[in-house]
């Protein structure tokens, strides 16, 4: 809708979510990704970041995400739980 212009992006979109009372957090993923070493990391640190929030086991969770990287070889199943670590570490409570 917005590439039709039909409607326009908001200027400050994490304001506007706010302003309807609810609750959020914010997280710049894909900076934290780039100092991981790579932008694709995005998605396994935004998991690690709500995986306290689920109704199952943040370690299910990261159990079946390195097993997606385990034919990939080790360093990436290593630089996908970092990844995972870093984004659950930014929301500890």
Same mark, same amino acid.
């Given at each position: 809708?917005?590439?039709?212009?039909? #409607?326009?992006?908001?200027?400050?979109?994490?304001?506007?979510?706010?302003?309807?009372?609810?609750?959020?957090?914010?997280?710049?993923?894909?900076?934290?990704?780039?100092?991981?070493?790579?932008?694709?990391?995005?998605?396994?640190?935004?998991?690690?970041?709500?995986?306290?929030?689920?109704? #199952?086991?943040?370690?299910?969770?990261?159990?079946?995400?390195?097993?997606?990287?385990?034919?990939?070889?080790?360093?990436?199943?290593?630089?996908?739980?970092?990844? #995972?670590?870093?984004?659950?570490?930014?929301?500890?409570?």
């Amino acid at each position: 809708m917005v590439n039709c212009g039909l #409607f326009d992006y908001p200027d400050d979109p994490i304001a506007d979510i706010r302003a309807q009372g609810t609750q959020l957090s914010a997280y710049d993923a894909g900076t934290a990704a780039i100092e991981l070493g790579d932008r694709r990391l995005i998605n396994s640190i935004m998991l690690g970041a709500i995986a306290d929030q689920l109704p #199952f086991p943040a370690e299910a969770l990261l159990e079946q995400l390195l097993k997606r990287f385990q034919r990939k070889g080790e360093a990436l199943v290593a630089l996908n739980k970092k990844a #995972f670590d870093s984004g659950r570490a930014a929301f500890a409570s």
